[in-house]
């Protein structure tokens, strides 16, 4: 929920950020511009459970995105870049809907959580990851990591792969498109695609471990 941070903790959470998007604006340049045309508010949010992060962004709340304070400011840049992408996407599909009537309230099985998901979950969620494994992959490409924080790197975006794997075919099989969303499916392919091919230069170990990591999560969380 809502936290009310003391102007300490209030200029650390807004020192990250600063650093994120310093980062992002050399980045991908295209994308924080956008990113700072659309966000008119970042609220903090409190983080009980003391994940790795927890944020939000909500479709009756256009220009909000809600995220918890890390030190790690590549977190954050994920995190910004995730809740983006769900925004963006619920901004286009109020001029032009991805699933024809009656497709967003439709459930599947989701192969990430035991309950029964909309596939337009899926399909925001395959479109959140994309796009950070795509920034990601610029971040390892443009600066210089230490072999251990490479790796990790690596190994996020590792696990990642498959995740929007199986989103996309979910989404691929049962979703009934409009045109605009063809498109828009066909184009997440190709990224995705792309990240596949990045991501053959990874240590096989890693992406080894990304897949066996992905199959346990479905295991566990799918039905």
């Given at each position: ?21 310093a980062r992002m604006e050399a980045v991908d340049p295209g994308l924080t511009a956008e990113m700072r045309d659309f966000l008119r508010l970042i609220v903090p949010l409190d983080n009980p459970k003391d994940y790795g992060s927890v944020s939000s962004s909500y479709k009756n709340l256009r220009g909000a995105l809600c ?157």
């Amino acid at each position: 929920g809502l936290i009310r941070n003391d102007a300490k903790a209030q200029a650390r959470f807004a020192a990250v950020l600063t650093r994120a998007m310093a980062r992002m604006e050399a980045v991908d340049p295209g994308l924080t511009a956008e990113m700072r045309d659309f966000l008119r508010l970042i609220v903090p949010l409190d983080n009980p459970k003391d994940y790795g992060s927890v944020s939000s962004s909500y479709k009756n709340l256009r220009g909000a995105l809600c995220l918890s304070h890390s030190d790690d400011a590549l977190l954050q840049e994920e995190t910004l870049i995730h809740e983006f992408c769900h925004q963006k996407a619920n901004l286009l599909t109020a001029a032009d809907p991805l699933l024809k009537p009656g497709q967003g309230g439709q459930v599947v099985y989701s192969p990430l959580r035991p309950d029964a998901r909309r596939l337009w979950g899926l399909l925001l969620g395959a479109h959140a990851f994309i796009n950070v494994n795509r920034y990601l992959l610029r971040v390892l490409r443009r600066e210089a990591f230490s072999k251990r924080d490479r790796l990790s790197v690596q190994g996020n975006i590792a696990r990642r792969l498959w995740h929007v794997d199986d989103m996309l075919r979910t989404v691929s099989l049962y979703a009934d498109l409009t045109p605009v969303g063809e498109r828009f499916q066909s184009r997440m392919w190709r990224e995705h695609a792309l990240t596949l091919h990045d991501a053959l230069g990874f240590p096989a170990a890693v992406l080894e471990e990304g897949r066996a990591r992905w199959l346990e999560h479905r295991a566990e969380k799918g039905l």
